[in-house]
């Protein structure tokens, strides 16, 4: 069994899934980062692959994407960080990016090699559903890796079924039509994803954007199987010293 379904049997709620910027804070930093979030909490580590144009990201993560470039940060050079990163984390662990870069490296060699290392999944906000459907699909799933879309409040019911079938491991639910890191309406949120719930949908759910704390983590949990939170937690490290104490700190906090 693959380890996020693994994840999902065994656990049905409370899921919590941490972004983080390859090579952010300093561009050694990945390992440790992820290392620090399995051991303090987190069920499953996204792991963004600095880019120079995230559309789907706030000024936070575009940030951290940004020092993650200055500090070097590359495909190769993630692939290389992690090489071995499996004798230590067993966690499952998705690679989060978008294709310009994916398809400057060659989308093949990247599936091949995120498969070798040991990477469970991709989330690319910026692969068409077409697209995905006629040429990225099967490659993807040659390689045994997962692929999540995401859905917004605003996607018709017929796409998010779609979206849901085409989906391995979970659905990433976009908690509005808006960047990472900005403030929600709880309220409108739990509306969405009491309607997502009814869908009986295939696929657990993990809803994304605007979850910073233990009050909107828990919020997003009872209507859904866990909660993403990146803007927050790439806060909470930047411009610390304490890398590791600062992530037992802010887990704890959620917790």
Known sequence: MRRIDRLFKDRKSNILNVYCTAGYPALESTIEV?????????????????????????PVIQQSS???LANGMTIKKLFEQLKDF???ISIPVLLMGYMNPILQYGFEKFCA??????????????????????????????HGLDFIFLVT???????????DALSTGFLYAVSSSSTTGSDKNMTDVKTYLQKLKNLKLK?????GFGIKDKKSFDMACENANG????TAFISAISGKSDIQGSIKSFLKGIR
């Open 34 to 58: 992820m290392n620090a979030l399995q051991h303090n909490g987190a069920d499953i580590i996204e792991l963004g692959m600095p880019y120079s144009d995230p559309l789907a990201d706030g």
């Open 203 to 207: 696929n657990p759910i993990l809803v």
């Open 66 to 68: 940004s020092i993650a």
């Open 153 to 163: 409040p605003e996607t018709s019911e017929a796409r998010i079924k779609n979206l």
């Open 86 to 88: 499996r004798k230590k």
């Open 227 to 230: 909660a993403i939170i990146g």
């Open 113 to 142: 090699d995120a498969s070798s290392v040991g990477v469970d999944g991709l989330i690319l906000p910026d692969l068409p559903e077409h697209e995905f459907e006629t040429e990225y699909g099967a490659i993807i799933k040659n």
